[in-house]
């Protein structure tokens, strides 16, 4: 989908009265002023500052501190590399050159046979890599941040402090692993699709299509992958010592994974949720009322995502002192983003480690929906400094490239800030956030994570867009060549893989990622169908 017709407002800074109390705030803006315009490329201000710590490198504990297989960037998938305590995978081959024999001069060697000033010259260093972020003041280059009052600025700076003092507790990421084990059911299975791929061969103009598989998140606890982290969050609401969670939810995936952990940990659990979405994910609303939940119904604006999200920014600010808020996507003031992308990153961990068995390699191509961008920099973030390995994120392309008719904030957007992060965000010439539109209500959302517009930016993720349409046909697709009614969000990447997957040879291998099950969407999906049968005849 292209950006033709979008209007691209002046100011980065641009947010709509209806994107809540805290999205236009800068009273505590971070030293790098959002309104800044882009220089260059996004990664030169990522160049590593030995004065600011990285929270990457210091958050990661590392294999030989005895660190549990699911915390981040440590899990059972890392792939060759050393083993437990630093022991080396090979046997403790060692493959550096043997001193006592003459080999090739050394730099040191060169150098001291030489006096000339140049050679004093460090080596130049080395670009910072793309999973180096964000930096010390939440910023993916020049996205992220913090735009919040400042009622709510000490509950993210504690929600920060909790969670770098976790990083490096092994105790925390083994209760952790324990959960996702023995309560949530990981790991997931990778699957291979191959009626789905006979499908696409089908359809190939080759005769070859590339093998589709597909990462089983529909297949965990409550069906879809918003749990891995709402027990991560739960973990640090229990650290932090309080004892109310609220969450918004568009799609209910996120409000029932909350209402969850709240049932499992004892705590009181609100939920806010779009009209409009209470409508159409009924099923959903139901359970987390089952759960324990209170589901507050949100009647602003378009009664969607957004609105839920505004409402649950309001509520925390005037109950910080005993809340947390469990936001549900990698969306949101720093420290979210991050902590949210680390909880779902054992996605991609998962399926790399499954793809180096099963495959005996990587993928050529990950392919994700994006709503907020959760599930999609969950199974990305592990794949991104691979970069032979295709990235594909998919927005809703609605009902086309029309004003308020799609949510395709990467494809059509411009950046701006919402909902306390300075991202791409679907917004008018005035800088009020537009009105968007899918049939799926995970995807029904003007704004996106700010890792996102980082990838975006480098040139790293391809993002494209699919249109209700084509996500309907992947829907009823999957269901009857696999027998698996994937969630509505999911089928905007199953829609794309399948079109991926005819331009590929055989040989090559596409993962997707089955965010969730569509169980929730049975009712609308089939309101949907029968109102375009309707229309064509
Ligand atoms: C099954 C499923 N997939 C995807 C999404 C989109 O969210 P995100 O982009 O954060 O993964 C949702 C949101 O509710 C969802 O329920």
Redesign the pocket.
């Known amino acids: 989908m292209s950006a033709a017709g979008t209007p691209q407002p002046n100011s980065p800074q641009a947010s709509g009265p209806d994107s809540g109390a805290v999205s236009g705030s800068q009273s505590h803006a971070p030293t790098a002023p959002a309104n800044q315009p882009p220089r260059g490329n996004p990664l030169q201000s990522q160049q590593p500052n030995s004065n600011q710590p990285n929270h990457n490198q210091q958050r990661r504990p590392g294999p030989s501190s005895g660190g549990p297989n699911y915390g981040p960037g440590n899990g059972p998938s890392n792939g060759p590399g050393p083993g437990p305590n630093g022991a080396r995978r090979d046997g403790g081959r060692d493959d550096r050159r043997d001193d006592r024999r003459p080999g090739p001069p050394t730099m040191e060697a060169a150098r001291s046979r030489r006096s000339d000033p140049r050679d004093l010259i460090p080596a130049k260093p080395k670009p910072p890599k793309l999973s180096d972020v964000p930096d010390a003041n939440g910023r993916f280059g020049k996205f992220g941040g913090r735009y919040v009052p400042e009622t709510l600025y000490s509950a993210l700076d504690q929600l920060r402090a909790t969670y770098d003092e976790v990083s490096s507790d092994p105790r925390f990421w083994d209760d952790l692993s324990d959960l996702l084990r023995s309560f949530v059911g990981r790991s997931t299975p990778l699957y291979p699709a191959q009626r789905l791929t006979a499908f696409a061969r089908s359809r190939s103009q080759t005769g070859e299509a590339a093998t589709i598989w597909l990462k089983r998140e529909d297949l965990a606890h409550t069906g879809?992958?918003?749990i891995n982290n709402t027990l991560g969050q739960a973990l640090l609401t229990r650290r932090m010592g309080k004892k109310r969670i609220i969450a918004e939810?568009?799609?209910?995936?996120?409000g029932v994974a909350s209402a969850t952990a709240a049932a499992h940990f004892g705590f009181e659990c609100d939920v806010y949720m779009g009209a409009e979405d209470v409508r159409r994910q009924k099923l959903n609303v139901t359970r987390m009322k089952l759960l324990g939940a209170r589901v507050i119904e949100v009647e602003s604006g378009s009664k969607t995502l957004k609105d839920a999200t505004n409402e649950a920014m309001r509520d925390w600010m005037g109950s910080v002192e005993h809340t947390h808020y469990i936001i549900?996507?990698?969306v949101g003031p720093d420290p979210f983003p991050r902590i949210v992308r680390d909880f779902q990153s054992i996605i991609g961990r998962e399926t790399k480690s499954q793809c180096l068995r099963l495959l005996n390699g990587l993928p050529a191509a990950v392919v994700?929906?994006?709503?907020?961008?959760?599930?999609?920099a969950g199974i990305f973030y592990d794949f991104v400094d691979d970069t032979n390995v295709q990235l594909i994120g998919v927005e809703a392309g609605g009902r086309g490239n029309v004003p308020g008719g799609h949510a395709a904030s990467l494809s059509a957007g411009s950046p701006g800030v919402l909902h306390g992060s300075l991202s791409y965000v679907l917004q008018d010439q005035f800088g009020q956030t537009a009105d968007v539109h899918s049939c799926s209500?995970?995807?029904d959302y003007p704004g996106v994570g700010p890792e996102h517009s980082y990838w975006k930016d480098a040139g790293r993720v391809r993002y494209t867009a699919v249109t209700d349409d084509q996500a309907l046909d992947a829907f009823t697709l999957l269901a009857s060549t696999e027998g698996i009614i994937p969630?509505l969000?999911?089928s905007h990447a199953l829609a794309e893989a399948v079109e991926l997957a005819q331009k590929l040879p055989k040989d090559k291998h596409i993962v997707v990622c089955l965010?969730?099950r569509g169980d929730k969407d049975v009712d609308e999906a089939s309101r949907l169908l029968a109102l375009r049968s309707n229309k064509s005849r």
């Open positions: 879809a992958h918003k939810t568009g799609a209910g995936q996120h549900g996507s990698v994700a929906c994006v709503g907020g961008g959760s599930n999609a209500a995970g995807l969630a969000e999911t965010s969730g």
